[in-house]
């Protein structure tokens, strides 16, 4: 057999495999409240917010802090999950001599030593110009995997701190929703 025939042959299946597999679609797709799926006072902990800038000569004024106080306000109004508090991870990370700055994975296992079943990171990326990016995740610790994700981007971005606190409780809702 020619060479461009048995490509052409396994083009073919290719096509087949993926073509006729059944796509999820937003509208396909079922989401429920975290409320539906965890138990009430199941441990979560927000992280500060990572904050980007395309150069480093603004202060973000703690604009990491506040806005992951936005979430955690959120959380407590709800009264279905039990917040860890942030110092016990403040803590955590003086006495294991890790940065702030840690990465996902090593602050996933600092939730497991503290009982927090759910985890919450957020960035906020400032773009060149006058555009914003602010992404909100939601993990499982013990299985690392991520239940949610909410991304918006702004153009132009929020100027305020007022702002920045409205656009972050908006997304908030989106974040407790588990879609599968």
């Known amino acids: 057999m020619s060479d461009r025939y048995l490509l052409s042959v ?3 299946i290719v096509l087949l495999l993926t073509g006729c597999a059944p796509s999820a679609t937003v509208s396909q797709r079922k989401c ?3 409320s539906e799926i965890y138990e009430k006072g ?4 927000v992280w500060d917010f990572a904050i980007t800038r395309p150069t480093d000569d603004v202060d973000d004024v703690q604009m990491d802090r506040f806005l ?3 979430i955690r306000k959120s959380i407590n109004k709800e009264r279905h999950l039990n917040l860890i508090d942030r110092d016990r991870f403040n803590l955590l990370l003086q006495e294991l001599n890790l940065g702030v700055l840690s990465d996902e994975k090593t602050r996933l296992r600092l939730g497991e030593i503290t009982g927090a079943e759910l985890m919450v990171f957020g960035d906020v990326c400032h773009i060149a110009g006058n555009s914003m990016l602010i992404n909100l995740r939601l993990f499982e610790v013990e299985t690392r995997v991520p239940l949610s994700s909410v991304k918006k981007y702004y153009n132009p971005a929020p100027t305020t701190m007022s702002e920045l606190q409205k656009a972050v409780e ?4 989106d974040l407790f929703m588990i879609c599968q």
């Open 68 to 70: 992951a106080n936005r």
């Open 170 to 173: 908006e997304m908030t809702p």
């Open 10 to 12: 396994f083009t073919i």
């Open 42 to 45: 199941t441990g979560i902990a």
């Open 32 to 34: 429920v409240p975290i």
